[in-house]
């Protein structure tokens, strides 16, 4: 069944591409340039003509025709190379509070802002894998997980076996399937023995991930909904905390939960000699019905319990996300509205805006934008 799924969604070829096309308006909006720079520089030759159909309709530019348009125009995003890599953890030990997706959007949102990103699935279920189009039961082998990095008889000594490339240019991932799972009863059976082979794992993956970030402008990783050991390790990994959750008041209490959880941690942590600290960490409201009430009071109580912690612009709730998951995609690579137009387009410009607050805190770590300290954050909350 998951086969005829995948074939169905990822026709003709039966493998996961990207249509997406941007029209000359939105590519100059993009770049935050006007139409005419675009002309003048595919008249004067720098870059090359635009797309156009066998009838000589105009295409729109693919992601990659994007990328190379910031390059020549040098209009790219990426960070300064002494600007240290965002590693974000879309985390909270609530299971469905929409971690995947959350993680998924993010990347393919910085993806066509024209970011260089990295998705890391540390999560056995492997709904990002599935996502990003892989099937993580067929075409993914334990040896192309974590796993042998991670694992207590680990055969590999740093990440970059893993890294797969995607269906977009710029975005790479390292992908998971369910045997991952076993590096959590491994890293568990080794706790019970004293804290140092545990400690040990902790920072190999900040270490690991550190390396590779060097790459990228944004690593986001997807941990499993619980407080089990690989989760551990991410939060460590991590060096910002993204914590979705919907409007409701089970995601609402688990959440409360997760965070006094964390403070615990990162005690234990401390005393184990592990000292984490985040450029930043935000709550997202993931699903967010406006036309329900008890959303609207939900998000009240959020907003008094979690102050300026909490992101001013929630993600809508939207079918647009769920039939998009359902062909295992994201709303960025829909080419054409799967509902109305009018859904397709409003829950596109809510992403967008969701997103690019997370975007502003990862510039800001570049040095790039001056809001609030964090310090000031974390007080008013
Ligand atoms: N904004 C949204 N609008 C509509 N559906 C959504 C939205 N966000 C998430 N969903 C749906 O909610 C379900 C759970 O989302 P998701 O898998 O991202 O959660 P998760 O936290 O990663 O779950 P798990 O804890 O199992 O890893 C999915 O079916 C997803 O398509
Ligand atoms: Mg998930």
Redesign the pocket.
């Known amino acids: 069944m998951i086969k005829r799924l995948r074939h169905k969604a990822f026709l003709p070829e039966s493998r996961k591409g990207l249509a997406v096309r941007v029209g000359i308006a939105q590519a100059a909006q993009l770049l935050d340039c006007s139409t005419n720079r675009i002309r003048m520089a595919e008249e004067d030759g720098r870059l090359p003509s635009p797309p156009a159909s066998d009838t000589g309709r105009r295409l729109g530019y693919t992601i990659e025709e994007l990328l190379h348009m910031r390059a020549v125009l040098n209009a790219s995003p990426q960070r300064a190379d002494n600007d240290p890599p965002a590693i974000i953890a879309v985390q909270?030990f609530?299971?469905?509070?929409?971690?995947?997706?959350?993680t998924c959007h993010l990347a393919h949102y910085f993806a066509v802002q024209g970011y260089r990103v990295l998705v890391v699935d540390c999560?056995s279920?492997a709904?990002t894998t599935t996502l990003f189009g892989f099937n993580p039961h067929f075409n993914i082998a334990r040896g192309q997980t974590l796993y042998p990095y991670l694992s207590i008889d680990p055969t590999q000594a740093d990440l970059l076996y893993a890294v797969q490339r995607t269906p977009w240019p710029n975005v790479d991932l390292i992908p998971s399937n369910l045997e991952l799972f076993d590096v959590e009863y491994e890293l568990a059976a080794a706790g019970a023995d004293g804290g140092s082979i545990l400690a040990t794992r902790f920072r190999k993956l900040r270490q690991g991930l550190a390396d590779l970030a060097r790459s990228y402008d944004v690593v986001i990783l997807?941990p499993?909904?619980a407080l089990g050991t690989i989760s551990l390790t991410v939060m460590q990994a991590a060096s910002a905390l993204l914590v979705?959750l919907a409007a409701t008041t089970p995601d609402f209490c688990s959440t409360v939960q997760f965070l006094s959880m964390m403070e615990q941690v990162f005690g234990q942590l401390a005393d184990a000699g592990i000292r984490v600290e985040y450029d930043f960490v935000r709550l997202i409201c993931?699903?967010f019905d406006a036309n329900d009430p008890s959303h609207a009071m939900l998000r009240q109580i959020m907003e008094g319990t979690f102050g300026p912690a909490l992101l001013p612009v929630p993600?809508?709730?939207?079918?647009e996300?769920?039939h998009a998951?359902l062909r295992m995609m994201t709303v960025y690579e829909l080419q054409r509205p799967i509902g109305t137009a009018r859904t397709h387009k409003r829950c596109r410009s809510n992403l967008d805006q969701a997103m690019a607050q997370v975007e502003q805190l990862v510039r800001r770590g570049w040095g790039q934008v001056a809001p609030a300290s964090e310090e000031a954050i974390v007080h008013a909350a």
């Open positions: 909270n609530k299971g469905g509070v929409g971690k995947s997706t959350v999560d279920q709904t997807d499993p909904p979705p993931s699903k993600i809508l709730e939207s079918a996300i769920s998951a």
